[in-house]
């Protein structure tokens, strides 16, 4: 069964620094694997995905993730924040839930707040 | 752009109280899904429906049923409110079965019962 593990649920930053938020995920097949974001009062929005190729993805809004095998992890990576960065992440895995139907096992979430 | 609507935003109902809450998207996606979300708990899938009139439990499928009669519209009922299913709601669509396919939600129902 797939699962994932967002190991921070709140990271507050300064403005201009960087961040990273941490994903695992276990799977035994081959994984898709995502970030979403939530911006307060709405609903998730996909900042980037990881389904082949190269381990790096570039996303939206300056946000970038590596999937890691080895460490099976997809960090979510920021150089410089922005305060409009400051929402909630998820972080989430595709897989074959017990129906055989091929859908997202998200995280628990991360709280990432900017501090001016 | 895909947008996914949801019939409110915020809603209040009593205990026992039938609820319905509305879902449509306007991309002619084949796959539309129910969330709800709890803080810590991030999301949890209730149903979900790859076709017209088709649906298939998901993890938390107990006091909510769904209907879907056109492709574009996915209805949950709560049959029986309880103050366990105050939460926020999030419908979710996806053009394509599969692995992969990006999932686009709308902007959520807050849901009180009292």
């Known amino acids: 069964a797939q699962s994932v593990t967002q190991l921070d649920s709140q990271v507050p930053v300064f403005e201009e620094a960087p961040v990273e938020l941490r994903c695992n995920y276990s799977s035994s097949v081959s994984v898709y694997l995502f970030w979403y974001v939530q911006y307060p009062n709405q609903g998730l929005q996909l900042l980037l995905k990881y389904l082949s190729g190269s381990t790096l993805v570039k996303g939206i809004n300056g946000f970038e993730a590596e999937f890691n095998k080895s460490q099976t992890s997809f960090h979510l990576r920021k150089p410089s924040v922005h305060i409009s960065d400051t929402a909630e992440y998820f972080c989430a895995v595709s897989g074959l839930d017990q129906t055989g139907a091929n859908n997202l096992f998200f995280g628990t979430g991360t709280r990432l707040t900017v501090i001016p | 752009d895909v947008k996914v609507t949801q019939s409110s935003r915020y809603l209040v109902k009593r205990t026992g109280e039938k609820v319905f809450l509305e879902c449509v998207q306007d991309m002619d996606h084949e796959n539309m899904f129910w969330y709800r979300q709890d803080p810590g708990l991030g999301l949890r899938l209730i149903y979900f429906?790859?076709?017209?009139?088709?649906?298939e439990k998901g993890d938390i499928p107990e006091g909510y049923s769904v209907s879907r009669e056109k492709k574009e519209r996915f209805s949950l009922i709560l049959e029986s409110a309880s103050t366990n299913q105050t939460s926020m709601y999030l419908c979710?669509?996806?053009?394509?079965?599969?692995?992969?396919?990006?999932?686009?939600f709308g902007p959520g129902t807050r849901l009180l019962v009292l």
């Open positions: 429906s790859y076709d017209v009139k088709m649906k």
């Open positions: 979710a669509s996806s053009l394509l079965e599969g692995a992969g396919e990006t999932q686009y």
